[in-house]
């Protein structure tokens, strides 16, 4: 199982081609409105991690999710410890 942490353009992403195939790079970049820089090292390091694998034609790149088992968790923060006062009767 994978955890990707919500709220991340790692999450925007594998929801997008969880929801649409085939989707081009190029699909993605007009529905994030992120950089291209920024995408394709996000698009990089999910394909490092073997969860995407990109398919290059000579005028467009595919996108393909390889895995289904990805866990989308929160980010981990520590909860506040609230001291409560006792009423004394």
């Not at 081009?24 to 950089?35: A, F, G, H, K």
Request: aromatic share 4%; glycine share 4%; hydrophobic share 40%.
């Amino acid at each position: 199982m994978i955890e990707i942490t919500s709220g991340t353009l790692e999450e925007l992403i594998i929801k997008l081609l969880q929801k649409t195939y085939p989707i081009t790079v190029n699909d993605i970049l007009r529905q994030l409105q992120v950089s291209e820089a920024v995408l394709l090292r996000t698009l990089k390091k999910l394909q490092t991690k073997g969860i995407i694998a990109m398919e290059p034609l000579p005028d467009t790149i595919y996108l393909r999710l390889l895995r289904s088992d990805i866990k989308f968790v929160g980010k981990k923060r520590q909860k506040k410890f609230i001291k409560h006062k006792k009423e004394l009767l």
